[in-house]
């Protein structure tokens, strides 16, 4: 089956340079501003439960991420996500680590409760714990994997002999939360309940630096957020998949910079950002590898 993909939105993104607002963790959230700024965004970062109601007004889009879950950042969470639901601004939720521990998963759990996201991207063992939490419901092998602390577990890694488990585990928690699903891995899978889509862009380096998830969330917000307002399920679902996908291919383009130079993971890092700055729609269309699943 033929896929058409709007490569234009990496070009309209640099053209309506959305405001971000990402409520992240304090480990990536340097990282998260410069690959929003690199793609054509415009990052803000506010977590003080007082302000970020007025951030989120003046914001294209929200990025919640709970790599560093407190109280104040959960509630600061909430507000924010309330405010872009009255506005009806699209909400990027990163439910990292959860299953770690319990304050970490009712974390998640409270802020689904509180706020409709629009997309949920995390690891396979992330949104397996997810899903199981919300609907308690064991799609594919039956059984929950714990996470290695933020990482995937080795069993649930997406691979050839768990694929067809884990597209069922994706497409179960977009029908369950009406979000769109990025689920990150060697292969990727984005899902809207209906459509599954595998992206085969990326490459080994990326799990070797701290944030590459967290970036990827900017990545997909600044790609949503451009696509204009009140979009379709299935624009949402191809700005996301297109953004992964971007995301995947900066990063083979960044691992032969670094190998040029020669560098290791440092290296690598810088080649991503720059990669990301660089990227032109004829590249991208050149370059992305997408299958119907």
């Known amino acids: 089956m033929s896929i058409k993909i709007n490569e234009f939105l990496t070009g309209l993104v640099r053209e309506k340079r959305p405001v971000i607002h990402c409520i992240t963790n304090y480990v990536t959230a340097g990282d998260v ?8 965004g415009s990052p803000i970062m506010a977590d003080q439960p007082e302000e970020v109601s007025e951030i989120t007004a003046l914001s294209d889009c929200l990025l919640l991420n709970i790599g560093t879950p407190k ?71 039956g059984s929950i994997s714990p996470a290695r602390g ?33 689920m990150t891995g060697a292969t990727d899978i984005v899902s809207s309940g209906k459509e599954n889509w595998l992206i085969k862009n990326g490459c080994p ?36 998949a297109l953004a992964t996908a971007a995301a995947g291919l900066c990063g083979e383009r960044a691992a032969k910079r670094a190998e040029k130079i020669p560098g290791g993971t440092g290296s690598f890092r810088c080649c991503f950002l720059d990669e990301v700055s660089i990227l032109e729609e004829s590249t991208l269309k050149g370059g992305i590898n997408i299958e119907v699943s």
């Not at 501003?33 to 054509?40: K, V, Y």
């Not at 009806?88 to 689904?112: H, K, W």
């Not at 900017?218 to 299935?234: C, L, V």
Request: aromatic share 4%.
């Open 33 to 40: 501003a410069n690959i929003i700024l690199a793609c054509g």
């Open 71 to 141: 109280e104040s950042t959960k509630a600061a969470m909430i507000k924010a996500g309330q405010e872009a639901n009255r506005r009806n601004l699209p909400v990027i939720f990163d439910p990292v680590g959860i299953g770690a521990s319990r304050y970490r998963t009712e974390t998640a759990l409270s802020l689904l409760k509180e706020v409709k996201v629009t997309v949920i991207r995390g690891n396979a063992s992330e949104l397996w714990v997810l899903l199981k939490e919300l609907t308690g419901q064991n799609v594919g092998n």
């Open 150 to 182: 933020v990482d995937a577990s080795f069993s649930d890694e997406i691979k050839e002999e768990t694929l067809e488990s884990l597209k069922a585990t994706a497409r179960a928690l977009s029908t369950a939360t009406g979000a769109v699903t990025v």
């Open 205 to 240: 380096q990326m799990s070797r630096i701290t944030g590459s998830g967290c970036m990827l969330d900017g990545i997909i917000a600044a790609y949503t957020a451009s696509i204009g307002p009140r979009p379709s399920q299935h624009a949402i679902f191809q700005a996301a």
